[in-house]
């Protein structure tokens, strides 16, 4: 047996007696003659002891008072007490015991009684011990789990970085069809921007196009899948389900381009021609980790993507081009005016569009 | 009973035979003793009943674990008085010359038990 005990008695006597005992056990022991100086010592260094027997009856503060005093006090109150008593004082022993003390022995001291209530207590204690270590090792891992949560959503959308902590993300991100609304949208404009403009202005110009940007595709709840300088690509219905997945895209464009106008407005006044566009298509996607080993993106692949891209490759200056698909799905919701049918790069037939003019 | 021997007896063999230990022990209690007697006496001069107490519980707990029943009784008989705030009887010297006696016999028979022992 190891551990150290705290022996709680006035009568020096009987302390020599116990700790004689205790250290025939094995043990070590540390003395205190009233509960006030056995309370100074406990405080003093909570995790030096294992143990405290404790004298029922002691002038001054007793073993009632004590125990009361230790069960008070979170960093003592796992210690397991052990009270020592006479055979006359069973009553105080009864209540110590629903306050929460863990055993009794009565005086004269029987070894083997001693022996085996000594045992059980240190088994409770080192149980308790295990215990509290696995809560810090649970509670490390769960800050490091919300910390690498925070830090993910600042490089992923916030409903992906949700997705890998869930309980079914494995499953969604190893991979799953859905349908989808995608939205493309660029810059007209930003390439002869980038040719002629200093890296500074540059910079400065995209991060007031992002921050714009940003904001819409967090109050719309859209996934952010890429930016690439003036690109951006979202989608929605995915990761999260939403119903109203393709009114929320048309939404978020016509917001964005709302807002748009007065930083082109600011931007023009600088020399710079910069117009929004955007493409809207909505279908079947297939969704999940793409990548490889090392770095891995949460994409969405399929034709709608392709679409809403070349959609966005198509609008001029403030367009906002609708796929067919999507506009039968929300037209109550939108105003649009038809754009005929469109030629897409890669598509073998036209494509019909429509240009939204106002969402409500 | 003035000296309850098998008490001695039962604490050298709860220490394994260690019989210079139980020798040790019951030399303590004496000079512990004294002082817990000279406490009670002062105390008691001072009329302060709460000091009283202690030394007096002290005593009582000690003596029964070193067998000596009728000190233990004396004792407890000053502790409760103490606790009660009841003085007079104990001032009035009844008790505490029953205890002084009490403390006189077991002394005694203590110290004839240890000069057996180490004779």
């Known amino acids: 047996m190891s551990g150290t005990a705290l022996v709680v ?15 025939g056990l094995g043990l070590a022991t540390l003395e205190a003659e009233h509960g006030a100086q056995a309370l ?23 073993g009632y008072e004590t125990l009361a005093a230790m069960k008070a006090d979170a960093a003592i109150r796992h210690l397991p007490v052990i009270m020592v008593s006479g055979v006359e004082e069973l009553d105080s022993v009864v209540r110590c015991i629903e306050l929460g003390a863990t055993d009794y022995l009565t005086k004269p001291i029987t ?16 149980l308790h011990d295990l215990e509290v270590a696995h809560l810090e090792r649970l509670q490390a891992l769960t800050s490091t789990i919300e910390r690498q949560k925070t830090e993910l959503s600042r490089f992923l959308s916030p409903q992906v970085a949700t997705l890998i902590s869930s309980d079914d993300g494995e499953e969604l991100l190893a991979g799953h069809r859905r349908l989808i609304t995608v939205v493309f949208c660029d810059l007209r404009g930003f390439t002869s921007f980038a040719e002629g403009a200093d890296p500074e202005e540059l910079l400065g110009v995209l991060g007031e196009y992002h921050r714009l940007l940003g904001e819409a595709i967090i109050e719309h709840g859209g996934t952010l899948e890429h930016f690439a300088g003036d690109g951006v690509m979202v989608f929605f219905n995915d990761p999260v389900l939403q119903d109203d997945h393709v009114a929320r895209a048309v939404r978020m464009a016509v917001a964005i381009r709302e807002r748009f106008a007065p930083l082109a407005a600011g931007w023009r006044k600088r020399g710079y021609e910069l117009g929004f566009g955007a493409g809207i298509a909505t279908g079947y996607a297939t969704l999940g980790r793409i990548g490889f080993e090392g770095r ?7 034709n709608v993507v392709i679409m809403a891209s070349r959609l966005s490759s198509k609008a001029e200056a403030n367009q906002i081009l609708l796929s067919q698909r999507a506009h039968a799905m929300v037209e109550d919701l939108v105003e649009v005016e038809p754009v005929g049918e469109l030629t897409l790069k890669g598509m073998s037939r036209p494509v019909p569009a429509s240009n939204v003019v106002s969402a409500s | 009973m003035v000296l309850d021997v098998s008490v001695l007896e039962e604490l050298a063999d709860a220490v394994g035979g260690d019989r210079p230990f139980v020798v040790d022990l019951v030399e303590t209690f004496i000079a512990d003793g004294e002082q817990q007697l000279t406490e009670i006496a002062t105390a008691l001069a001072a009329g302060d009943a709460a000091a009283v107490v202690r030394p007096a519980h002290t005593l009582k707990s000690s003596s029964a674990t070193v067998g000596a029943p009728a000190l233990a009784a004396a004792a407890r008989a000053i502790e409760l008085a103490g606790r009660a705030g009841n003085l007079e009887a104990v001032a009035g010297d009844a008790e505490m010359r029953v205890l002084r006696e009490t403390w006189d016999d077991a002394t005694r028979e203590l110290r004839a038990w240890v000069a057996g022992e180490t004779a």
């Open chain 1, 9 to 23: 008695d006035d009568s020096v006597v009987n302390r020599r007696v116990l700790v004689r005992h205790l250290e």
């Open chain 1, 296 to 302: 891995h993106d949460y994409g969405a692949i399929g």
């Open chain 1, 111 to 126: 070894p083997r009684i001693l022996e085996a209530r000594v045992n059980a207590s240190l088994a409770a204690k080192h």
């Open chain 1, 40 to 62: 100074d010592l406990l405080h003093a260094a909570p995790d030096r002891f294992d143990l405290v027997l404790l004298d029922v009856e002691m002038p001054e503060l007793d």
